[in-house]
């Protein structure tokens, strides 16, 4: 009687990346601000890797290191957080052209404002979304220029200066100009007026460009 004596096959084990990783882009747009708000919502999501930027969104592509790398290692299979379609893209083209190439390679694309959501519809269905999204987002980041603008240009004509405060008068500025014509130095001119020599030049950078 032939028995067989049973074997066991060695299989070769090998990594393959987590599907279903969760990973996130964010962006604040002034020095002044910081990620800990969109990093805490991020982490309670279960994001397990983030990526951010710290620029404004009228910024150019190649400035966005962050959000460059985020779309170079972001892999199939792997969902993409963001806060709203607009850190994807200036306008309507790029927002399209990203996320086009995201669901290409096989990746979902999750908003925290609630409007999408690729995981939850056929891919016929999230094209036309991201389309009218990055539409509206396109609208919106227009209206805000425009009424920056206006705002800017209301505040200029009412005799205001637009940007950073001086730190000092116009009859000061008048009196270091004056002073400044008789020859007199820079530190002169500061430790007279309580200035500091670099806010002096200023106001005699600015004076003079504006003569």
């Known amino acids: 009687m032939i028995t067989s004596t049973p074997q066991t096959l060695a299989f070769q084990s090998v990594e393959t990346p987590c599907r279903n990783t969760k990973v996130a882009y964010i ?6 601000q910081d990620f800990t708000r969109q990093k805490i919502k991020m982490e309670t999501l279960g994001v397990s890797k983030i990526y951010s930027d710290h620029i404004t969104g009228r910024s150019s592509y190649k400035d966005r290191e962050g959000l460059s790398k985020c779309l170079e290692e972001i892999e199939s299979g792997q969902i993409l957080y963001v806060d709203d379609l607009s850190r994807l893209g200036r306008n309507m083209v790029e927002m399209v052209v990203e996320t086009t190439k ?3 390679k096989g990746c979902h694309i999750v908003t925290l404002d609630g409007r999408l959501n690729t995981t939850q519809f056929p891919a016929e269905i999230v094209k036309l979304i991201i389309a009218v999204l990055g539409y509206g987002a396109e609208m919106n980041l227009r ?3 425009r009424r920056c603008k206006e705002g800017a240009e209301l505040y200029r004509a009412k005799g205001n200066h637009w940007g950073r405060k001086h730190g000092y008068t116009n009859d000061q500025a008048k009196t270091v100009m004056e002073m400044r014509s008789q020859d007199l130095g820079y530190g002169t001119i500061a430790r007279s007026m309580g200035m500091t020599v670099s806010m002096v030049r200023r106001i005699i950078k600015r004076y003079e ?3």
Do not use: G, K, Q
């Open 143 to 145: 209206d805000i220029n």
């Open 102 to 104: 995201l669901l290409e």
């Open 27 to 32: 962006r604040c747009s002034s020095s002044t």
């Open 209 to 211: 460009v504006a003569a």
